[in-house]
């Protein structure tokens, strides 16, 4: 079974500073890494994907995300943090049954950036 | 911004009641997805139609009925809730597995409470 872990509940990070939230995962075969935000009250937003290739992927709003193999990791990262960035934050791996695929979600971590 | 629109926005229902989410994408997906999630939990799924076929059901109650009368349209028909179903159902879209990083995108969701 795939899975992904998420191993903070929350991390708190003052605005200008870099942030970091982790996720590990677990899979059989290549790994379909994603992560999604959602702000209070609305759906998830696609922030970024890793499927092969480079392994610092850049997404949106200006964060990216290191996979890294050998530690089965994939975490995400911005170089400096704004207050408008304070959402829950999910790591998601995608597996696949027939024509079909799911998204498996790690426990969610909420980003705290305070000025 | 999102391309999967949810109605209604809220919804609220007694348990006799029957009522419907509706869920609408005009991107050219052919998979469509129902997620649940309870606050602060991450999203879990529930059903996945594929080429507007039911292909994933994850032993979801039969209260819980879907439909893809076609490939942009999904509805999930209620019926007989229980208080525990009270959550936000989200609706997803993508590419089936024939692009395997296709992106899922989810809508904004629907707030249910059952009374």
């Known amino acids: 079974a795939q899975s992904v872990a998420q191993p903070e509940d929350q991390v708190n990070v003052a605005e200008g500073n870099p942030l970091t939230v982790k996720c590990t995962y677990s899979?059989?075969?290549?790994?379909?890494l994603f992560w999604y935000v959602q702000y209070p009250n609305r759906g998830l937003q696609f922030l970024l994907k890793?499927?092969?290739?480079?392994?610092l992927v850049k997404g949106s709003y200006g964060f990216e995300a290191e996979f890294n193999k050998s530690q089965t990791s994939f975490h995400l990262k911005k170089p400096s943090a704004l207050v408008s960035d304070s959402a829950l934050y999910f790591c998601?791996?995608?597996?696949?049954?027939?024509?079909?695929?799911?998204?498996?979600f790690g426990t969610g971590t909420r980003l705290q950036v305070t000025l | 911004d999102t391309e999967v629109t949810q109605t209604p926005k809220h919804l609220v229902m007694g348990m006799t009641n029957k009522k419907s989410l509706k869920c609408e994408q005009h991107?050219?997906?052919?998979?469509m997805y129902w997620y649940k999630q309870k606050a602060k939990k991450p999203p879990e799924l529930m059903f996945v139609?594929?080429?507007?076929?039911?292909?994933i059901n994850e032993s979801v109650p039969s209260r819980f009925s879907p439909e893809c009368p076609n490939s942009s349209l999904l509805n999930l028909h209620l019926h007989a809730l229980q208080p525990e179903d009270s959550a936000l159902y989200l609706c997803?879209?993508?590419?089936?597995?024939?692009?395997?990083?296709?992106?899922?995108?989810f809508g904004e969701g629907s707030w249910l409470t059952v009374v």
């Open positions: 991107m050219g997906h052919r998979a």
């Open positions: 899979v059989s075969g290549n790994p379909y």
């Open positions: 890793y499927i092969t290739g480079d392994n």
């Open positions: 997803a879209s993508s590419q089936p597995t024939g692009g395997s990083g296709n992106t899922i995108y």
């Open positions: 998601a791996v995608r597996g696949f049954i027939g024509t079909a695929s799911k998204l498996t």
């Open positions: 139609y594929s080429y507007e076929k039911l292909s």
